[in-house]
């Protein structure tokens, strides 16, 4: 795979200093080693990969990705309900899930952010094998799909979606073709991000929303796992963002009124995960977390959800809802 240097930042062009270096692939996807620097300008701090694949090369990186796997085997599902202490330590998540603003979040996430908006045309950019689709379409929307992965396509057409193998821009949508755009950890994949969401904003109509999703450079798993958090997901992560930078790429791509938080609600997926990638040096596709790191996981789900309340920026994945301006 051939890479280059990246030094420079893509949201304010300034220089960034190192903040990890020597990484690996966790998932054993490519040779050699990677690293990440931090924008120096004090009113940005993006995180992005240095040095990174080449944009011809990049699908090298995606051979053994794991975003399309199907559903947990019966063994993994097992592993997440036995055990006394997971029991117990689930029992107590549940009911610190149940603090008002905690569930209303469960509640809002489960619908997408969608759920104070009319059932319209959606589209999921990067839809994977289309269960998001399914959901939606399920709540009335009219729904469309894109995704470069053509194993995850060929499933979701296999239940009846329409969907467009091939990157966003061969797509060719109409612009102000969709009411509500949604993307889940998509961004912190894309080369050129303003960019990307410009593109965004070309195909939604006037009042639409953008809903996002993307790790939290700044959340309590990353200050807990370093290196090993799931979220640095070296050299498939190009950037990660902040709350703060996530913000300022969709206000520099042109939308208005953007607003940004933080959530623990996939907490236990990405601390089971980091876990596995701390005690075994990597996270291979299918890996299979035993009981005591998935009952750690659940510990560290409960704790996700205190520091939460304690610090609003700390959750492991950002939020961003941007509308697009109506004037």
Not at 151 to 180: C, K, M, Q, W, Y
Not at 263 to 273: H, R
Request: overall charge positive; charged content about 20%.
């Amino acid at each position: 795979m051939r890479t280059k240097s990246r030094r420079e930042c893509v949201l304010c062009g300034s220089n960034g200093n190192p903040v990890y270096l020597g990484l690996t692939d966790s998932l054993e996807a490519t040779s050699g080693t990677w690293g990440f620097r931090r924008c120096t300008s004090a009113g940005c701090g993006l995180v992005w990969l240095d040095p990174a694949p080449v944009e011809a090369d990049m699908g090298m990186a995606y051979k053994k990705y794991y975003t399309h796997m199907a559903s947990p085997s019966p063994s993994v599902s097992a592993r997440r309900t036995n055990g006394g202490l997971a029991q117990i330590i689930g029992a107590v998540l549940r009911r610190t899930r149940s603090y008002r603003p905690l569930s209303e979040e469960h509640r809002r996430r489960a619908k997408e952010y969608l759920d104070d908006m009319e059932a319209g045309r959606l589209l999921e950019v990067g839809c994977g094998s289309g269960s998001r689709l399914r959901k939606m379409r399920d709540l009335g929307w009219t729904v469309m799909g894109q995704d470069i992965d053509p194993e995850a396509i060929a499933v979701a057409r296999e239940t009846g979606l329409p969907v467009h193998l091939g990157s966003f821009s061969s797509a060719n949508f109409l612009g102000g073709a969709f009411d509500a755009i949604l993307m889940s950890h998509v961004i912190e994949h894309a080369y050129h991000p303003v960019e990307f969401l410009q593109d965004c904003l070309r195909v939604m109509r006037p009042g639409g929303r953008l809903v996002a999703f993307t790790p939290n450079f700044e959340s309590y798993g990353h200050r807990r796992f370093g290196e090993s958090w799931l979220g640095l997901d070296p050299p498939r992560h190009l950037q990660l963002f902040t709350p703060t930078t996530v913000r300022a790429a969709a206000v520099r791509a042109g939308f208005h009124p953007v607003h940004v938080w933080t959530t623990e609600a996939n907490a236990f997926s990405v601390f089971s995960g980091s876990l596995y990638l701390k005690r075994h040096g990597r996270y291979p596709s299918r890996a299979e977390p035993n009981a005591f790191e998935m009952s750690l996981a659940r510990g560290f789900q409960y704790w996700a959800a205190l520091e939460l309340l304690a610090d609003p920026n700390s959750g492991e994945e950002c939020i961003l809802v941007a509308t697009a301006p109506t004037d």
